[in-house]
């Protein structure tokens, strides 16, 4: 089955960068996109962004472009979200997750999620 | 950016009640929109994509409509295990936006 198992929770302090991975299993991990959202503390889901495993092209939200880095390996099935230059407010628990049933335009399956904490 | 606008942001209902969430889209989407439903210390659940199509194994109290801007999930009968905060969330452009949510509860 379809599995998407991602890193596990870190402390970081401001102005530092942060590296969350995913590594997936169970399916083709170069025909879907894998994108990337995140919920801070008593906040809404927010999308951040997406990478083509296949050709490693990648969009991002605006808020993040800049300071986002979406990677990934296809040789360990796994794909990578680097965000630097955190403050505060970068707390949150981050979800990597994948499109099948609908094209890339819904997500099927998700992480576990991946708690970052940022505090000095 | 498209905006993603939803009402009410909270709600509280009894059991069996009908319970309608309104989506708003800033703009023309035609019919690329799905709804999520997020529990407290759960990843989320896709329940309704391309706007009214029911994802495998979400029960049939759940359903989507609309088109263009103007968006509805529909919980027929609401029972204890729906509660949650659900989000919709639009395809249609590169870059993806989701509502801010809505908070059901239960009376």
């Known amino acids: 089955q379809v599995q998407l198992v991602q890193s596990g929770a870190e402390v970081k302090t401001p102005g530092a960068s942060v590296k969350v991975s995913c590594k997936t299993s169970?399916?083709?991990?170069?025909?879907?996109?894998i994108h990337w959202m995140r919920q801070a503390p008593g906040q809404g889901l927010e999308w951040m962004g997406r990478?083509?495993?296949?050709?490693?092209?990648?969009n991002s939200a605006r808020k993040f472009q800049g300071r986002l880095t979406l990677t990934r390996d296809t040789s360990i099935s796994t794909a990578y979200m680097e965000l630097s230059s955190l403050t505060s407010e970068d707390t949150a628990i981050y979800y990597c997750?994948?499109?099948?049933?609908?094209?890339?335009?819904?997500?099927?399956?998700w992480g576990q999620g991946t708690l970052i904490t940022v505090s000095s | 950016d498209i905006q993603m606008t939803q009402s009410p942001s909270s709600l509280s209902a009894f059991v069996g009640d009908r319970v309608t969430i309104t989506c708003r889209a800033s703009q023309n989407i035609r019919s690329f929109l799905n709804w999520y439903q997020v529990k407290p210390g759960k990843a989320p659940r896709v329940l309704i994509f391309a706007a009214a199509s029911l994802h495998s194994g979400v029960p049939p109290r759940f359903s989507g409509s609309g088109s263009g801007t103007d968006f509805t999930l529909t919980i027929s009968s609401l029972q204890p295990e729906d509660l949650a905060t659900y989000y919709c969330q639009q395809s249609y452009s590169t870059l993806w936006t989701f509502g801010q949510g809505t908070k059901v509860e239960i009376k």
């Open positions: 997750a994948t499109t099948h049933v609908n094209g890339d335009y819904t997500i099927d399956y």
């Open positions: 169970g399916y083709s991990f170069s025909a879907y996109y």
């Open positions: 990478i083509n495993p296949n050709r490693a092209g990648t």
